[in-house]
């Protein structure tokens, strides 16, 4: 039975401090709520923490990704692969722009990308991979890069970007993993773009929001770059209000029908504070961790690992498989734990389980991996508003609810 002495333990909910809070009242105060100062220096501060030339702020990491296609002149008649198992946001990007959407398993036993299936998944159509950094664990870059080098003859470039690569662009759905590394790089340095997400919910959040930063070595030049996401952000616009407040400056050209996705001073204010706070963030989760894996995984609970002699992950998530259970026992856990007062979740359903995609012709039975790993998947809380005292609570309540529903757990 569950402990009479109810905690409530939501989820996720945002680490927000009075420091937050006065930087988003002198943005509103400041005249500048929209893209502004903040914006451009929040930017800055994140070009330099991630190590790279430039960033670039939106509303939202679903719109860095999809600018990123445009940008490259990806569309109507190329592939783009990304895997099964993740947000709908890495795939419908591929959809909004007109391209064809190609699904990879994930290898047995992982949330990571079946490196082998990708090799085969790559056409002489595909113009893109996004692989997913869940969790906020980097993917095997070195794998997807060597994979790409070795299917560099079957690349058609479309225009001159393309052709600048000359192979298929890695973007990195990184919505997970700011502040991850991986052998000696962080996220960010490594794919040839990376999409990151200020969402309510994560480590680092702005309410709602995204950055995309691209690699150092990439040789598209930064300014020119720069400027396009501008210009797809603001709708083609050749001015941002920012500099159209220079003496004598209102008049601008509209050069492309573009679209609307600029991140906002208040946002930005918002985010500042967040980045001055976010090596002790992520510190305490990493915390929570530890005390989550000496727990539960003497148990026999399995966890995706998040740190390693060549890597850390930002610890966005905890995601915990339950030996020998399927889809009725984890929801009858998810459930019981949330009477407990436990707010947990699943992440993630496979893609071709929703309607959407299966609209689109995807069948789960094409991606057996992913579903075995769905099936028995619990995330837990993780958080820096969690006590010590709430991740015992976590723990103890999980080990009783799991004895209830399936005496697994001695």
Not at 47 to 63: D, F, I, R
Not at 200 to 210: I, P, R
Not at 244 to 272: H, R
């Amino acid at each position: 039975m569950i402990d009479s002495k109810l905690r409530n333990v939501p989820f996720s909910p945002p680490d927000i401090t009075e420091a937050e809070i006065e930087e988003v009242i002198k943005a509103m105060k400041s005249g500048w709520i929209t893209t502004g100062p903040r914006t451009k220096e929040f930017e800055k501060r994140i070009a330099e923490y991630v190590g790279v030339n430039k960033a670039v702020c939106l509303n939202s990491a679903t719109a860095a990704m999809e600018l990123t296609l445009r940008i490259l002149g990806i569309g109507p008649g190329d592939e783009v692969i990304t895997s099964a198992y993740t947000y709908t946001a890495s795939a419908s990007i591929i959809d909004h722009v007109g391209a064809k959407i190609v699904l990879v398993d994930t290898a047995p036993d992982s949330f990571e990308m079946d490196y082998s299936k990708l090799a085969d998944a790559i056409t002489e159509k595909t113009k893109a991979i996004i692989p997913v950094d869940i969790a906020g664990k980097m993917c095997d870059y070195n794998t997807i890069y060597e994979i790409v080098e070795s299917k560099k003859v079957l690349f058609k470039a479309n225009n001159e970007i393309q052709l600048l690569f000359n192979r298929v662009i890695v973007m990195a759905d990184a919505a997970h993993a700011f502040g991850a590394e991986g052998n000696g790089l962080k996220c960010g340095q490594v794919a040839d773009f990376t999409c990151f997400s200020f969402h309510a919910v994560k480590n680092l959040t702005t309410a709602e929001g995204g950055a995309v930063v691209w690699s150092n070595r990439i040789r598209l030049e930064d300014e020119w770059l720069y400027k396009q996401y501008m210009l797809y952000s603001l709708h083609g616009q050749s001015k941002d209000a920012l500099a159209k407040t220079q003496i004598g400056a209102w008049e601008y050209d509209i050069v492309y029908p573009a679209y609307k996705c600029n991140m906002t001073d208040i946002m930005a204010g918002f985010g500042l504070v967040q980045l001055n706070r976010y090596e002790g963030l992520m510190k305490r989760r990493k915390e929570i961790i530890e005390m989550y894996d000496n727990a539960l995984l003497p148990l026999g609970i399995q966890s995706l690992q998040h740190c390693g002699e060549d890597f850390s992950s930002s610890g966005h998530l905890y995601l915990a498989r339950i030996p020998g259970i399927g889809e009725v026992e984890r929801n009858q856990i998810i459930i019981k734990m949330s009477e407990a007062g436990v707010a947990c979740n699943v992440h993630y359903k496979p893609l071709p389980m929703f309607t959407a995609y299966k609209n689109l012709g995807f069948d789960i039975k094409d991606y057996p991996n992913a579903y075995e790993v769905y099936k028995n998947e619990i995330t837990l809380p993780l958080h820096t508003l969690l006590t010590d005292e709430d991740v015992v609570y976590v723990i103890d309540s999980l080990k009783n609810v799991i004895r209830e529903v399936q005496g697994r757990v001695k």
